[in-house]
């Protein structure tokens, strides 16, 4: 699944994306026989997956968490925990909150460190057939580059998610992401450190996300992830601080799906690298609607703490919609919602921002 | 047990206090698979408003009707939905989760100690002690009489001591007060509430050896080898443990939500490594 061969996926630059929609006649239903939907991947450099269904990072753990309750060989791709060159204990509790329609999160990147991470679970993943991207976290380009040349050419894992947009640390994570220079330096060098399929996680955190999509895509990513967690706050119940021990927390969940659509919507048009998209995904009309703005694959996060079922269950949910409407590649509904004629004025135009 | 998802139904539904609820539900896979101090991780109707489930203590367990009670004070719109739950309705939960209390097999007297809803942490492991012939006594704090759980809802065979910040029921003042008068004759001490209820124990509980001038006897607990900090055979030798509380995620170890600090000065996953712990794993002065 992973590596070698050419690619069948929807994501060859230019190829597939902005394709108009074939709406099958309804009548045709019926007729044609259930056809095996191609739901495979590839999000460049030989990281071929099987489907576009994956699970975010820091809502999955490291794969083996969740146990027998979730067929992890049938997700697309995990993205494990934000994992750092050194240990991290985290943030001060509390660390979670529910908010309307979503949560806060502070955890801060505890993580036992990249060397323990590769020793304790390297090995377990090799002997699955799903990928397994590790997320990378830093606070300085010398340390992304020293994570990942420490991940690279390690058995089991299949790609690298740079997480320079962490809104809960307070030296680093962020501050890549907020200006084009900065992220187009860190991706150059952590692309010279590795062969390895890179995407890079955008922060939804800035007033206009595209430059800096196109400064990470210039600097040799794979991939673009839009987007990690909106920055937020919530109050403690007694109103004399705020609730988190951190103070400042990253709002995922249904809450920011609008927010994150209409980053992959703006992105998606200006990048010919493909888009994964993040943002609030509970069922399989999020999906759809994501791919109808360009996104190529998806990842749950937030609802898989609900419904741990969910990203496997959207798996077959969206081969059954392309069965349903006659299509033999999920392919088809990607780009259906851009604008038709490149330099639209949705395009290139803040306009509509306050 | 592994945890799983499992489909249970609600089978009777009550106010036993002021905003308390008691409910029971159809769950013969976690009736029987699950131990004390063990929780289920129950999701809510509206995944859309609603984005977490609620973590509960499993409240009893009746391996023989296949019916498990959660207990729970109503605290926001999550709680509030649970209440209107009828008898019949379905509801999914994820679990048994989490480590249960270690009852080392030579204990014969037990005390429990339970702050407020902390009754819900220990209620389950009353149960599982007198099954096991041990003799338990409830020590149980609360604000005044309207919050003191009803005595009706525990076995006959229990030795149940109140105490109320207003003096309205027992005795006046903290439950933590009465500790000490029990603190001979209990073999283990195994506790649930207020973080500061759980922390004054724990300064009791480091003192008592001393206080009580123990000198062990004959061949040693465990024959004086130092087992894992943290490890079942650990917990089972520590004289107070904890069944502790966090904003939780996951439940199940992958979010690193719900940790509390550990005295070895490393994050612990309530969830996982807990919702119990012995006191000496905790690090009761950090802050977090």
Not at chain 2, 243 to 272: D, F, H, T, Y
């Amino acid at each position: 699944m992973i590596g070698g061969g050419p690619s069948a996926g929807p994501s060859a630059p230019g190829a597939t994306r902005r394709r108009p929609v074939v709406e099958p006649a309804v009548a045709l239903e019926s007729s044609i026989a259930p056809v095996d939907v191609d739901l495979s991947v590839d999000l460049g450099r030989g990281l071929v997956l099987a489907n576009p269904i994956l699970v975010a990072s820091g809502t999955f753990g490291y794969g083996i968490e969740y146990g027998d309750v979730v067929e992890v060989d049938r997700l697309g791709a995990i993205c494990c925990k934000g994992t750092t060159l050194k240990p991290r204990i985290g943030n001060i509790t509390p660390r979670v909150t529910e908010t309307p329609g979503g949560m806060l999160n502070s955890i801060g990147l505890q993580n036992p460190g990249v060397d323990a991470v590769i020793e304790k679970y390297a090995k377990t993943w090799t002997g699955w057939k799903t990928a397994v991207i590790v997320n990378v976290a830093g606070e300085s380009v010398g340390d992304y580059v020293e994570v990942v040349r420490r991940l690279d050419g390690v058995p089991g894992i299949a790609g690298i998610e740079l997480n320079i947009s962490c809104p809960n640390v307070g030296k680093g994570g962020l501050q890549f992401a907020i200006d084009a220079e900065a992220a187009g330096s860190v991706t150059a060098a952590v692309r010279r450190a590795t062969d390895l399929p890179l995407l890079v996680k955008l922060s939804p955190n800035v007033a206009d996300v595209r430059p800096i999509a196109r400064a990470i895509a210039d600097a040799g990513a794979d991939a673009l992830t839009a987007v990690n967690t909106l920055s937020g706050i919530a109050v403690a119940p007694s109103r004399t601080k705020p609730l988190l021990g951190n103070i400042y927390g990253g709002l995922s969940g249904p809450a920011i799906k609008p927010v994150a659509l209409r980053i992959v919507y703006e992105v998606a048009q200006i990048v010919d690298i493909p888009v994964v998209a993040i943002g609030g995904i509970t069922e399989l009309g999020d999906v759809l609607d994501y791919l109808a703005v360009g996104a190529v694959a998806v990842q749950v996060g937030t609802a898989i703490f609900a419904d741990p079922t969910l990203p496997v269950r959207l798996v077959d949910e969206l081969a059954g919609e392309c069965r349903r409407r006659g299509l033999s590649t999920y392919a088809d509904l990607i780009g259906t919602a851009l604008p038709r004629k490149p330099g639209a004025p949705s395009a290139k135009g803040v306009e509509y921002r306050p | 047990m592994t945890m799983r998802l499992v489909r249970t139904e609600l089978v009777e539904s009550r106010e036993i206090l002021p905003g308390q609820w008691l409910q029971s539900f159809h769950a013969p896979a976690l009736a029987t698979g699950s131990r004390a101090g063990q929780f289920v991780h129950v999701r809510t109707g509206d995944l859309s408003g609603l984005v977490l489930r609620r973590p509960f203590s499993i409240n009893t367990a009746d391996p023989i009707s296949g019916v498990i009670t959660i207990h729970y004070r109503t605290i926001g719109r999550g709680t509030e939905w649970f209440t209107r739950l009828r008898p019949g309705d379905g509801v999914d939960m994820l679990g048994p989760l989490g480590r249960p209390f270690e009852v080392d097999s030579r204990s014969r007297h037990l005390l429990l100690v339970a702050g407020g809803l902390g009754m819900a942490g220990v209620r389950y492991l009353a149960d599982e002690a007198l099954r096991d012939g041990r003799q338990v006594t409830m020590l149980f704090g609360a604000a005044s009489a309207r919050d003191v759980y009803p005595s009706s809802l525990l076995p006959d065979e229990v030795e149940y001591v109140i105490a109320t910040d207003d003096g309205s029921v027992g005795h006046r003042g903290f439950i933590t007060d009465l500790v000490p008068d029990y603190e001979a004759w209990a073999d283990q001490a195994f506790a649930c509430g207020p973080a500061p209820m759980l922390a004054a124990l724990a300064r009791l509980a480091a003192g008592r050896r001393e206080r009580l001038g123990v000198a062990r006897l004959g061949r040693k607990r465990g024959g004086g080898k130092v087992d894992a900090r943290g490890s079942a055979v650990a917990r089972r030798k520590a004289f107070l443990q904890v069944s502790m509380e966090q904003n939780m995620g996951c439940a199940v170890g992958a979010c690193l939500g719900c940790v509390i600090m550990g005295a070895n000065g490393a994050p612990q996953r309530v969830c996982r490594e807990g919702p119990v712990f012995a006191a000496e794993e905790v690090a009761w002065e950090s802050g977090w």
